[in-house]
């Protein structure tokens, strides 16, 4: 069975230091992964996607994520955070086919200090 | 622009009573989700439905039903509200293709008092 684990339920970093939130997932076949955004009182916002085509995905807002099946790791970078990025984030593996659901982390929360 | 639109951002419900969430997707997507999401636990499946008339129970379908009559519409029922049922609602949609992201609603935040 398909899994996720976000190693951090919160991080809190200073405007213009960069971001890592660290995603870990288990997967019996090629997972496609995602990472979604989700701001106070909103829904969920997709960031990024990988599916099998190169290992570095750029996302929107400035983020980018590794996919490293040697380390089964999928984590979120920023260079340089923003006010604006404060917010909740989500790890996310497909499921086994395209009629079953998507696998969510617990999620990491990100503060940004100014 | 998919649309994930569920038809209340807060509800108020008391004990004991039948509480409807409806949920309306423009995109013409097979699947439909219903999550809900709590501190700390991130989203939890409810139910799903990968075609009309279609539903499978996710990971905590105790307390829930669903009714999709129609493709585009997903309904998710609490049969008598309880107090341990107040939280966030959120549904989804996505086309079956194995790998396509899910679109979000905007969720419903029920509170039942």
């Known amino acids: 069975a398909q899994s996720v684990t976000q190693l951090d339920s919160h991080v809190s970093v200073s405007e213009g230091t960069p971001v890592l939130l660290r995603c870990n997932y288990s997967s019996s076949y090629s997972p496609s992964l995602f990472w979604y955004v989700q701001h106070p009182n909103k829904g969920l916002q997709l960031l990024l996607k990988y599916t099998s085509a190169a290992t570095l995905v750029k996302g929107i807002n400035g983020f980018e994520a590794e996919f490293k099946k040697s380390e089964t790791s999928f984590h979120l970078t920023k260079p340089s955070a923003h006010m604006s990025d404060a917010a909740e984030y989500f790890c996310v593996v497909s499921g086994l086919s395209g009629n079953t659901p998507l696998v969510f982390g617990k999620g990491t929360r990100l503060s940004v200090i100014a | 622009d998919v649309k994930v639109t569920q038809s209340s951002r807060y509800l108020v419900k008391r004990t004991g009573e039948k509480v409807f969430l409806e949920c309306v997707q423009d995109?013409?997507?097979?699947?439909m989700f219903w999550y809900r999401q709590d501190p700390g636990l991130g989203l939890r499946l409810i139910y799903f439905?990968?075609?009309?008339?279609?539903?499978e129970k996710g990971d905590i379908p105790e307390g829930y039903s669903v009714s999709r009559e129609k493709k585009e519409r997903f309904s998710l029922i609490l049969e008598s509200a309880s107090t341990n049922q107040t939280s966030m609602y959120l549904c989804?949609?996505?086309?079956?293709?194995?790998?396509?992201?899910?679109?979000f609603g905007q969720g419903t935040r029920l509170t039942v008092v």
């Open positions: 989804a949609s996505s086309p079956t293709d194995r790998g396509t992201e899910a679109f």
């Open positions: 995109m013409d997507h097979e699947n």
């Open positions: 439905s990968y075609d009309v008339k279609m539903k």
